[in-house]
């Protein structure tokens, strides 16, 4: 597609669900990044995939959430028995090179709520 | 997660003054980046910086890479409401972005 495409755009989720949430990247893109935004803060990384080397997890906040790349293209970041505080965007982000920041482009995000 | 130190958290300004942000770190970064995000949105580039002591402008958007590539500024001249957003500094770690806490701005008429 055009651009990185992320879905849903909006879920709502009770207390102690898993979640899947999906992107798209930018075709051709071999650099993936998930991040999160919890209402009025700043972005914080979670997981970066770049081509077939091993993913970056550092940025992962617990063993419940967790991210795999399939045919190095679509991405899925799953939560598990969610939690309230894990009410936020995650935004997805793709990379032609995966290390120039001028050539990361992000989609619109998933908007999480945990009830 | 980890996180740049992004001042200030807000600014309420009228149209046509000069606004100026600054971002700072305990880490060296060999690229700074900002940012603008948009209700509902994800983030844009706006001005991305390669070199220790760069000063690049695009139209209102002027930004500096700071010498010691700990810190970087953002200023927007003669702000319009659509400047209306929040702003984001990042750095470039390996791969991946480090972003600041981010500095909401209202511009009034």
């Known amino acids: ?3 990185v495409s992320q879905s849903p755009s909006n879920k ?3 207390k102690g669900k898993d979640v899947e949430l999906r992107c798209d990247p930018i075709s051709g893109h071999t650099a993936l990044y ?3 935004q919890s209402l009025g803060q700043g972005l914080e990384f979670l997981i970066y995939f770049q081509g077939n080397s091993a993913p970056d997890k550092s940025g ?7 991210a795999e790349r399939t045919g190095g293209s679509v991405s899925t970041l799953t939560i ?5 505080e894990d009410s936020a965007v995650y935004l997805c982000a793709s990379s032609s090179q995966g290390a120039q920041g001028n050539t990361i482009y992000f989609g619109e995000g998933s908007w999480l709520t945990v009830v | 997660g980890q996180q740049l130190n992004q001042s200030p958290q807000s600014m309420f300004i009228q149209e046509g003054e000069d606004v100026s942000m600054n971002c700072t770190s305990s880490s060296i970064f060999n690229t700074w980046l900002w940012y603008k995000q948009d209700p509902g949105e994800g983030p844009v580039l706006l001005i991305a910086l390669y070199k ?6 695009n ?3 002027t930004a500096q ?8 500024f953002l200023n927007i001249s003669a702000s319009i409401p659509s400047d209306v957003g929040i702003y984001f500094c990042a750095g470039q770690d390996t791969d991946k972005l480090i972003f600041g806490t981010g500095t909401r701005l209202q511009v009034f008429p």
Do not use: C, H, M, N
């Open chain 1, 1 to 3: 597609g055009a651009g």
């Open chain 1, 12 to 14: 709502v989720t009770e």
């Open chain 1, 34 to 36: 998930w991040y999160r």
């Open chain 1, 60 to 66: 992962l906040p617990s063993d419940r959430f967790s």
């Open chain 1, 80 to 84: 598990q028995r969610t939690q309230q």
């Open chain 2, 52 to 57: 220790a002591g760069e000063l690049t402008s």
């Open chain 2, 59 to 61: 139209g209102r958007l």
């Open chain 2, 65 to 72: 890479f700071g010498i010691t590539r700990k810190d970087s």
